[in-house]
């Protein structure tokens, strides 16, 4: 496990376009999936991963809480399977259904979405407006697998709510930390 933080993409970067399937359904889920919705969050997050896994209880009430409703939600989670089988689609699925999540959680195999996205770590998070701009991308919240702090949510939900209610986002985000993303052989990024 390498403790890495987000690559904190500029705020403002439109978000890539993707086309991935939801290991769940087995359908294509794209940014056109969420067409019209007033925000977007992107998560890049894993099975394996002890950060993730200390906070996989309240992405599922993110989910919960947030379903039907203008935040469209997508996980997606781009680790080699090959070398972490715990990450692979069929075990992904198995964690989708045993949480319940009400949003879809795709298996990025190329790992080029992960790369268009900047994505560093996991959990890593990616808010988008209406217009698919960046508004967020900090952490969850304080709470880290041996810190002791409550597991609640509250920056990301501060920047969810705040962007639903039209208000300004505060810029100063605090980078998430997790583990780093299981890049294939030859396929690490330089960002």
């Not at 099975?47 to 209880?57: D, E, N, S």
């Not at 407006?129 to 508004?135: F, I, P, Q, T």
């Amino acid at each position: 496990m390498v403790l890495t933080p987000s690559t904190m993409l500029p705020l403002s970067t439109p978000a890539p376009p993707f086309q991935l399937p939801d290991v769940v359904s087995g359908e294509t889920i794209s940014l056109d999936t969420f067409a019209g919705k007033q925000a977007l969050l992107v998560m890049f997050i894993c099975r394996h991963c002890p950060f993730v896994k200390h906070i996989q209880h309240e992405l599922a009430r993110i989910g919960e809480d947030y379903a039907n409703t203008e935040l469209g939600i997508v996980a997606i989670s781009a680790n080699d399977a090959a070398n972490y089988p715990d990450d692979a689609p069929d075990k992904l699925k198995a964690l989708a259904q045993e949480l319940a999540f009400k949003f879809p959680l795709c298996y990025d195999e190329t790992q080029a979405v992960a790369k268009a996205y900047t994505a560093a770590c996991t959990p890593d998070f990616f808010l988008f407006d209406a217009e698919k701009r960046l508004v967020y991308r900090g952490q969850l919240d304080d709470s880290r697998p041996s810190n002791d702090k409550p597991v609640n949510g509250k920056d990301l939900r501060e920047a969810i709510a705040r962007l639903l209610a039209n208000q300004p986002i505060d810029t100063d985000q605090k980078p998430s930390i997790g583990c780093n993303i299981k890049w294939k052989s030859g396929n690490e990024p330089e960002y």
